[in-house]
């Protein structure tokens, strides 16, 4: 599997705007998809964003919508989450995903603090 390195969580006001990062290493990403989930204090994860690395269909989650965009660049084997016009109720840790899209257990990346003042 591959390892997954996540960056770009941070303290941002209300309003403002962060772009996390997740880089992929030692596998391919042919045939899966990749995304984030997050989890606030007390809460379950939740899912956020997903794209799939072939053809790059994306899927967020109603709250993040028209908010939050994933991307990736394949040649950097990595994937973006462009968060605007963040809320307190945005604040969380991300956690980055990878999954074979076919199906079977989510390999999860570390995690990275997003917190949202208001």
């Known amino acids: 599997q591959a390892q997954l390195a996540e960056s770009g969580g941070g303290v941002v006001q209300a309003g403002g705007s962060l772009r996390l990062s997740c880089s992929a290493s030692g596998g391919t990403l042919s045939g899966y998809t990749m995304g984030w989930y997050r989890q606030a204090p007390g809460e379950e994860r939740e899912f956020v964003a997903f794209i799939l690395w072939n053809g790059g269909n994306t899927g967020h989650a109603e709250s993040v919508k028209g908010r939050f965009t994933i991307s990736r660049d394949s040649a950097k084997n990595t994937a973006y989450l462009q968060m605007n016009n963040l809320k307190p109720e945005d604040t969380a840790i991300y956690y980055c995903?990878?999954?074979?899209?076919?199906?079977?257990?989510?390999?999860w990346g570390q995690g990275t603090q997003v917190t949202v003042s208001s």
């Open positions: 995903y990878t999954r074979q899209t076919a199906g079977g257990s989510l390999n």
